[in-house]
């Protein structure tokens, strides 16, 4: 078992940037795969970026490719996801998940963090 804490979000303006870390407790998280996913309010989670349990493989959703990146450092148990050009479309809830499976849909997901605001505004 897994538990994950994220911190970092905040209110940012448009443009501006922000990094998500989400600490992870056990000594099994390079088994996991991570992902970080975001929800607004009346909508569906949906995936924002995943990383591989080595790091090798990552994935993202296209509305942020180029502007987000997810990492891992498996020495300190933390995966984070960096945040440039924000657009105010990016405020959400955002959640870092972890499984054994790498993918792309949050119902694979069976660890999950409390969630971290972030807004962005215009």
């Known amino acids: 078992q897994v538990q994950l804490v994220e911190s970092g979000g905040g209110l940012v303006q448009a443009g501006g940037s922000l990094r998500l870390s989400c600490a992870a407790s056990g000594r099994t998280f390079s088994t996991y795969a991570m992902g970080w996913f975001r929800q607004c309010p009346g909508k569906e989670r949906e995936f924002v970026a995943a990383i591989s349990r080595g790091a090798g493989s990552t994935l993202y959703a296209d509305s942020v490719k180029g502007r987000f990146t997810i990492s891992r450092d498996n020495a300190k148990n933390t995966v984070a996801l960096q945040m440039n050009s924000l657009k105010p479309e990016d405020t959400a809830v955002y959640y870092c998940?972890?499984?054994?499976?790498?993918?792309?849909?949050?119902?694979?997901?069976?660890?999950w963090g409390q969630g971290a605001q972030v807004t962005v505004s215009s």
């Open positions: 998940a972890a499984d054994q499976s790498f993918a792309t849909d949050w119902r694979g997901y069976r660890y």
